[in-house]
């Protein structure tokens, strides 16, 4: 299939490089950072996604599926943690009792393993002894990661394989010529029969480096957490999570066990004011300029001002985040929860009127294959993507 560029060292790029590798194509990874999974892979809730929130049939559903297996099955070749510490998603009282029924049906056409309706609370209290509802579903086979040491070890497969793997490597120019595609970096230059761009919140300034269409933009949210004090984290053995608001594409506050014991709050979903903006302090004038002037910018604050309230007064005021998170379990106090220093940011993507995409999404200019939306699960998806990649894009075409 001669060469392949990949730019992006975070999961998505590193599993395609390692997929591709495994066949014997010669794949060079360009990664701007000086370490691989530097932004969303390494900032996130480590979660491995048995599937329960999305549309079935959608790119979502099936390559969550198929990739929480793989996953799975790569934790257990290089024995790194997998735990199934499962998932309760909450109704808290009977208004939210459609919303769940909504999960518990996609859920089933999902064919997420094992999934239970749980109802009343002494039920509940048999698998999170601390929480508060009338009634759950549960998902036994959510399971907590590291994705960065999984990011890693798959990068160790594609050196083995003789790919190469260049860190420092920002790519600022992308020419197609003769049908092959020059890439130059400051440090260096290549030309590749193809190129794959998997470049998270930098997708769309890639994308217009290419010629592609400037839309889906970027729209980068930031997702902070609070951690449980380590004397109290018994209040939480697994993931409990609210039930979703469908209008919206992020989870909601929850509470997460992860690999390592220690259990994280969150995370929220504030607009960053930087794409890589990690804090309220990390502004960037241009693409906060950028996000103002995009088209669907006014029809997005319009419906969803409100929740756009309801998160920054949450995040600004310790206080109001804390009474979300005790809805779920009552015998919680304000100052078990502490701050983690680290965010994340995720890179969501909009359309020209406003919209957030809900699903993965991919585009073709010539030899050069674009995703330009992969959001949560896309982690748990990322083997699997990198062979729907491979069949849809590098082998059979567009
Ligand atoms: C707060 C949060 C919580 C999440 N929780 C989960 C979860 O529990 N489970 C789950 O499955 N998913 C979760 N996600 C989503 C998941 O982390 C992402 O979908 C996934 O990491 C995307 O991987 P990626 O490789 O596409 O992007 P990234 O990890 O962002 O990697 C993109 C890489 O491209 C590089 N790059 C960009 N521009 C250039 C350039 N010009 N030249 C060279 N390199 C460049 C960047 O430096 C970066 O390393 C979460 C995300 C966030 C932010």
Redesign the pocket.
Known sequence: MGTTGI???????VALARALSARGDDVTV????HR??????????????AGLYYKPGSLKATLCAAGRVSIREFCAEKGLPYREVGKLVVAVDESELDALAEIERRSTANGVPDLARIDGVGRLREIEPHVRGVAAVHSPHTAVVD?ASITEAMAQDVRAAGGAIRLG????GIRREDGRVRVT?PVSEDVFDRLVV?????SD??ALLVGADPSPKILPFR?EYWELAPERIDLVRGMIYPVPDPRFPFLGVHFTRGVYDSVHVG?NAVPALRREGYTWLQWSAKDTWESLRWPGAWPLAKQHWRMGVDEISGSLLKPLYFQKARRFIPELRQSDLTRKSA?????QAWGRAGELLDDFAVDQVGPITL?RN?????????IAIAHHVIEHYLVNGA
């Open positions: 730019i992006g060292g975070g999961i998505v790029g360009l990664e701007k950072e691989l999974a530097e932004h969303q892979t390494g900032h996130n809730s480590g979660v491995v996604h994705y490597h920002e790519v600022t970096t998997c470049a998270g919140l930098q300034v890639l997702g995370p965010a994340g940011v995720r890179a995703l992969a959001p949560s699960p896309a982690a748990t998806s990322s």
